[in-house]
């Protein structure tokens, strides 16, 4: 039989994107609508004889990201650059992404070295906002930075 005010699951509260903070340029992004990043390590098992693995090599890092953000939010950004600037032309800068948690903790990763790689526009009838994904060229993602 379950309590007034008892958890369900020992998780408690889960993070959402309203827990959710990311800085670009200096400034929190309120215009983002989706964020990505990942990092992979190529492992492979290398076998000699027999049928069973002798060992694991361990290959290149590779880290990927992208944001989508609002036209205004990019058209702010545009606006902080010279006339005719691209966003590809924007020097590389780290994107502080913070996740607070329930217990006041907040944890942050740093997405190293970001680049746009182009800008786009894909707008139809309808749509009452326009949202911006745009692919980023990275270095690497320091996890769980303090």
């Known amino acids: 039989?379950?309590?007034?005010?008892s958890i369900?699951?020992?998780?408690g509260k889960l993070q959402g994107w309203n827990n959710i903070t990311t800085n670009l340029f200096?400034?929190?992004?309120?215009?983002?609508?989706?964020?990505?990043?990942?990092?992979?390590t190529k492992k492979e098992n290398v076998y000699a004889a027999g049928q069973y693995m002798v060992g694991r090599s361990e290959g290149n890092y590779e880290a990927k990201?992208?944001?989508t953000l609002l036209k205004e939010e990019v058209d702010a950004?545009?606006?902080t650059l010279p006339p005719g600037t691209?966003?590809?032309?924007?020097?590389p800068s780290d994107i502080v992404v913070q996740f607070a948690m329930k217990t006041g903790k907040i944890r942050k990763d740093i997405i190293r070295n970001a680049e746009f790689t182009g800008n786009s526009i894909d707008v139809k009838q309808g749509d009452g906002s326009i949202?911006?994904?745009l692919e980023l060229i990275i270095s690497?993602?320091?996890?769980?930075?303090r």
């Open 131 to 133: 949202a911006i994904k």
């Open 140 to 145: 690497h993602i320091d996890w769980n930075v």
């Open 65 to 67: 990201a992208s944001v």
């Open 8 to 11: 369900i699951n020992s998780l």
């Open 26 to 40: 200096a400034h929190d992004v309120v215009g983002i609508t989706e964020l990505a990043y990942d990092d992979t």
């Open 86 to 91: 691209r966003l590809q032309d924007i020097e």
């Open 1 to 5: 039989m379950m309590r007034a005010g």
């Open 77 to 79: 950004i545009l606006d």
